[in-house]
């Protein structure tokens, strides 16, 4: 059964930078075909889609992380990233990463950025 894996998750002061990545394991499952995206959920908020990409590479932001997170996919190596720059505490969140056209989810990776 696939899995989705991230890393890269951790603590960092403000204005930082950090890099989530997202594999696959367990299965055949090609990032390079599927849309993907990275959500994230500080305590105590909805559930908040940051950034997705599509197969033709084509990618959107949500306005609070625009200019200064970028999405991005390495067909090689199967993965996907979260370049995280400017990091703010408002960053603080549980970041997942989605198959979006098929709905399956990593375990989630903790950012916690402190001012």
């Known amino acids: 059964q696939v899995q989705l894996v991230e890393s890269g998750g951790g603590s960092v002061q403000a204005g930082g930078s950090l890099r989530l990545s997202c594999s696959a394991s367990?299965?055949?499952?090609?990032?390079?075909?599927?849309?993907m995206g990275w959500y994230r959920q500080a305590p105590g908020k909805q559930m908040e889609l940051v950034a997705r990409?599509?197969?033709?590479?084509?990618?959107n932001y949500a306005a609070s992380v625009k200019g200064r997170f970028t999405i991005s996919r390495d067909n090689g190596k199967n993965t996907v990233y979260l370049q995280m720059n400017g990091l703010k505490p408002e960053d603080t969140a549980v970041y997942y990463c989605?198959?979006?056209?098929?709905?399956?989810w990593g375990q989630g990776t903790q950012v916690t950025v402190s001012s």
């Open positions: 990409i599509n197969s033709v590479g084509t990618t």
């Open positions: 989605v198959a979006l056209t098929t709905n399956l």
């Open positions: 367990g299965g055949s499952f090609s990032m390079s075909i599927n849309a």
